[in-house]
């Protein structure tokens, strides 16, 4: 069982940045997928990136070129550096993982077998 705490969330200018972490324990992460997901009430869950076991990426088109997935797997955790925030990014973040092929991440929440309870980011001025 490989439970997920997220930290470092709280409330930021637009414009600012944040780093949101993942911690794991329970199993080590080199051979899972990670991914980072956001909600908002009453919407659906959305990722916002994931990074496969071998290091590939991927983003939503809404934080390219701002948000940056970071895994370190000797210290069996993940972040995500997210830039130039925008009010929109307000939502609660997610951890998820789950064992995959080393070259795939999923962008749908029902792929992640495992999952944080969630860190709060609010972008306001």
């Known amino acids: 069982q490989v439970q997920l705490v997220e930290s470092g969330g709280g409330s930021v200018q637009p414009g600012g940045s944040l780093r949101i972490s993942c911690a794991a324990s329970?199993?080590?992460?080199?051979?899972?997928?990670i991914g980072w997901f956001r909600q908002v009430p009453g919407k659906e869950r959305e990722m916002v990136s994931c990074?496969?076991?071998?290091?590939?990426?991927l983003y939503a088109d809404s934080v390219k070129g701002r948000f940056m997935i970071l895994r370190d797997n000797a210290k069996n955790r993940a972040s995500l550096q997210m830039n130039n925030l925008k009010p929109e990014d307000t939502a609660d973040y997610y951890c998820?993982?789950?064992?995959?092929?080393?070259?795939?991440?999923?962008?749908?929440?029902?792929?992640?077998?495992?999952w944080g309870f969630g860190t709060q980011v609010t972008v306001s001025s």
């Open positions: 998820a993982t789950a064992p995959t092929a080393d070259w795939y991440c999923g962008s749908r929440a029902d792929e992640y077998t495992y």
């Open positions: 329970g199993a080590k992460l080199d051979r899972y997928a």
């Open positions: 990074v496969s076991s071998d290091g590939r990426e």
